[in-house]
């Protein structure tokens, strides 16, 4: 065996132990959206009525999902993780006691019913611009 072959397998098996230790521990095939440090990846997401999105936290950051009550169609269901009803009550709820946590490896997931445009936010990263829409067609 070479030396670059031995570096290369030696390397590979040294990191292999850790793999999953560095992000959430999720594969991308569980989620349609993922959770990095500072955004939701992809930030724009299509789906059809019906259809449910997965957001998977794959970083090592505590997040939320919420939806902005004004950016999502009239009559359209909020969805926050930890299932808060108004985007102040999941706000106040982080500040309070971290509720609506999606912590790294977990998923949080919700079915559109209405067709239109729905803006969230991820409410500890908000200000560093993790936000994201998904648009939902008929």
């Known amino acids: 065996m070479d030396r670059r072959a031995f570096l290369a397998t030696a390397g590979a098996a040294a990191l292999s132990p850790v793999a999953g230790c560095l992000d959430g521990g999720l594969s991308e095939s569980e989620y349609d959206v993922g959770m990095s440090a500072n955004a939701f990846l992809p930030d724009g997401h299509e789906v059809a009525v019906g259809e449910t999105v997965v957001w998977g936290n794959n970083g090592s950051r505590k ?13 359209a269901a909020f969805f926050a993780s930890g299932g808060f009803e108004t985007t102040t009550a999941a706000r106040e709820a982080w500040k309070d006691t971290g509720a609506g946590n999606v912590a790294p490896g977990e998923t949080f997931a919700h079915t559109f019913e209405t067709p239109g445009s729905y803006g969230y936010l991820c409410i500890p990263h908000e200000p560093k611009g993790m936000v994201g829409v998904v648009e939902v067609s008929e």
Do not use: R
């Open 63 to 75: 997040h939320t999902v919420t939806a902005y009550e004004s950016a999502i169609p009239e009559g």
